[in-house]
């Protein structure tokens, strides 16, 4: 437990959090929407310090992120809580628990960077709302030489974006939907705060992110719905942001909705390429053409993938051997084939 950032008392005695856009009130004894926030004697504290809910060691595709460090191994760790309500979470056993709920596994930042790998994910629920000890973790990875990856929704104050991002080398962002309707009846949150977020990643810091959006049928798979998301990333963030269109399964709350077809996501993805996006991919079905990716000027193969693994690399550094720049944070040699065996993770 440690005081939290980003509040401060109200003229009634509560606390009001300025860490998310929910701006929880709290009495004393009172935790906010994500659980792990809590009013205690009149302090916001951050039960969420130095816990995790576990540790795994990943390939980095699997965040995913497609354009860092591609075929290099991430370790990902969670808390509980989170600050949105997604009724179709597939970590809702961590997402949807509080603390004494989960099985939490007491961590420091230095513990917590342990492992030999290049990077660690700060992932499963949503990092925001553990900034506090995000923002000591990736200090000390930074000093390490080791890279900090956000796996987040994006709903975050402009008051905070700058201390939880300060360390911060690669983010994705679920970018859910594209209509407040689905933000609001599905997640119970809303629409304009992430597409401030992704603009403010894009204009005013060095962070590498890549977008995500989940697909589910009959919610935000309307093909128009997908062309007006599309076209906004082109003319907000620029036609060279990775943007990753993946199958939903039946979850948490949302038990009713079927698989998403894997022929909904070539379709996004072949509407994403002709609004003029230059990386687009699909994800959790098999789609050989639709995780490959390809030079934007001579449409040669550049890194071939089978579902997380990389069977082709043919990048030169940021280049592709027609010379044309690859948008992205690559290794200046092939990476080596992933390990899909387990390895034992230090704690």
Known sequence: MKEALWWHKEDDGRILCTLCPRFCRMGDGQAGFCYIRKNIGGKLYSLGYGTSTGFAIDPIEKKPLNHFLPGSEILSFGTAGCNLG???CQNWSISKA????AQSLSASP???????????AFTYNDPVIWGEFVIDISRIARERGIKSVMVTAGYITPEARPE?????DAANVDLKAFSERFYHKLTFSHLDPV????????????????ITNLMISGEN??????????????????????????????DFKLMDKPR?????????????????????????????????????????VLIRRSWHD??????????????????????ERRPAPYRSAPRPIVQ
């Open 86 to 88: 997604c009724r179709f």
């Open 98 to 101: 509080k603390l004494d709920e």
């Open 110 to 120: 230095e513990q917590a960077i342990r492992n030999q790998v290049p990077s660690i």
């Open 164 to 168: 939880v991002y300060r360390y911060i």
């Open 195 to 210: 597409l401030d977020t992704l603009r403010w990643l894009k204009h005013e810091t060095d962070v590498w992110f890549e």
């Open 221 to 250: 798979d309307d093909p128009d719905e997908t062309k007006r998301l599309c076209h906004w990333v082109v003319e907000n963030l620029g036609d060279s942001v990775p943007l990753h269109f993946t199958a939903f399964h039946p």
């Open 260 to 300: 998403t077809p894997a022929a909904t996501l070539t379709q996004a993805r072949r509407i994403a390429l002709s609004a003029g996006i230059k990386y687009c991919y699909v994800g959790n079905v098999f789609d050989d053409e639709g995780q490959t990716t390809f030079c934007p000027a001579c449409h040669r």
């Open 310 to 331: 990389i069977m082709e690399y043919r990048i030169e550094g940021n280049h592709c051997p027609c010379g044309q720049e690859i948008s992205g944070r690559f290794t």
